[in-house]
């Protein structure tokens, strides 16, 4: 199974190595969690802050690193627990909320595990 996962130019969380590789303590979570869970493919998208909602509504990307919960976010993609000790959790791709087949295009397990 291969997860895209979006990410902004924010250090420590998240940026890109003069070799293009992209790395940071959130980004190094989030792909130490998804190989933990059997995913063998994971690719990074650099993108901008107000393209992160909409590129997952969009299907450009299965999740992104982590974003503050607020209430409208909320409404439109799930969130996983948070980590930390703070309010930064990482959320994934859902259909919008105003279905209500919503469904989450990655695997159960990682639900589970981040949720835990």
């Not at 130019?9 to 792909?31: H, K, Q, R, V």
């Not at 799930?78 to 469904?103: C, H, I, M, N």
Request: aromatic share 10%; hydrophobic share 45%.
């Amino acid at each position: 199974m291969k997860v895209t996962i979006a990410y902004i130019e924010e250090p420590p969380f998240g940026w890109t190595e003069p070799d293009s590789t992209p790395t940071g303590a959130d980004i190094d979570l989030a792909d130490a969690v998804l190989r933990a869970i059997g995913v063998a493919r994971i690719e990074h998208h650099l993108t901008s802050f107000s393209e992160l909602l909409p590129g997952v509504e969009a299907g450009r990307w299965d999740m992104n690193v982590p974003l503050f919960v607020t209430r409208e976010r909320a409404n439109m993609v799930a969130f996983a627990s948070r980590y930390g000790g703070s309010q930064t959790v990482f959320w994934f791709g859902l259909e919008t909320r105003k279905r209500s087949t919503a469904t989450c295009r990655l695997p159960n397990a990682l639900m589970r595990a981040l949720a835990s």
